[in-house]
């Protein structure tokens, strides 16, 4: 396993954990979420069915049912507990908005218990950082939606939590956040997967703290423990731990802490399957040698 590669059970385990409090801590989450939504009104589809893939506690999934009220939504989400969360909100909702129950399904997007050719829309709001394979998820992806199907999606970039990454550097050898995937890397990785007309964009949004101990308990709540491989798996001693304050205070601005995350969003759409004459499909492939 690379040092990187996050640890799925560990993952299951902290969002579950985090699932009843995830709510009243998780603003970046609907914040992006709701930016996203802006963005469909530009998009002239009406989809029948929509995978809203690593759905949390259910907020964007409700949106998503508001937006589409004849639309069947699917919530797919890595952790139970949080399906649970989900599905306790939700229900008195899906009766009172959509008439119809959200089905639930618990999942990795790596391997989607998804039948193929099955979805007009795959929607995913901050959960693609947590894959160790994102070319094969966006195939798992492009797989799982119909012929002019849409992929929406956010994740994170390599400047998100940089002040983490500044004031940890040198303290010791482990992994103390997640490696993010670059915007243009992520466009390339959708071409290879056979989806038509990405778009990529990217901006900044910085969140403010009192304190290096409210920016740890904010990611707490929300369930975005350090997964990694290479994460420490003891305690930090208290050594350790005052140069992590010392360095992250050296970061303090007009008497806040900040906490920058670099948001990717994305779309693309499944094209149809190039043909030749004789109405074979062409198959893209790629080999190692």
């Not at 759905?55 to 949106?63: F, I, K, L, P, V």
């Not at 004849?70 to 969360?85: P, R």
């Not at 599905?87 to 639930?104: E, Q």
Request: charge should be neutral; include cysteine; proline fraction near 3%.
């Amino acid at each position: 396993m690379n040092e990187f590669d996050v640890d799925k059970r560990a993952l299951r385990r902290a969002f579950s954990r985090a699932a009843t409090q995830y709510d009243a801590s998780a603003v970046m989450q609907r914040e992006v979420c709701q930016r996203m939504l802006e963005r469909l009104d530009y998009i002239k589809q009406k989809p029948a069915i929509v995978l809203d893939v690593g759905s949390g506690t259910g907020w964007g999934t409700r949106q998503l049912g508001e937006l589409y009220p004849a639309a069947q939504i699917v919530a797919l989400d890595i952790a139970m507990g949080m399906l649970q969360t989900s599905r306790g909100t939700s229900s008195w909702w899906s009766k009172l908005f959509s008439g119809k129950a959200t089905p639930y399904v618990c999942g990795d997007m790596e391997a989607l218990p998804v039948a193929t050719n099955s979805m007009d829309m795959v929607w995913s709001n901050l959960a693609m950082q947590w894959c160790n394979d994102l070319p094969a998820t966006f195939v798992e992806l492009q797989r799982v939606l119909k012929v002019d199907g849409l992929l929406m999606f956010s994740t994170f970039g390599p400047d998100t939590l940089k002040e983490i990454r500044s004031a940890f550097k040198d303290v010791d050898g482990y992994n103390h956040i997640n490696r993010f995937a670059d915007m243009h890397d992520i466009g390339d990785m959708l071409v290879a997967a056979g989806f038509g007309d990405p778009v990529m964009d990217m901006e900044y949004i910085t969140l403010t703290y009192d304190d290096v101990k409210a920016v740890m308990q904010d990611l707490r709540s929300i369930g975005a423990h350090n997964a990694t491989a290479g994460r420490a798996t003891g305690m930090m001693g208290k050594k350790k731990w005052n140069r992590v304050l010392e360095n992250y205070e050296l970061l303090r601005r007009d008497g806040k802490l900040p906490a920058t995350f670099e948001v990717v969003y994305g779309h693309a759409w499944k094209p149809q399957a190039k043909v030749i004459s004789d109405g074979r499909a062409i198959i893209k492939t790629s080999f190692k040698l």
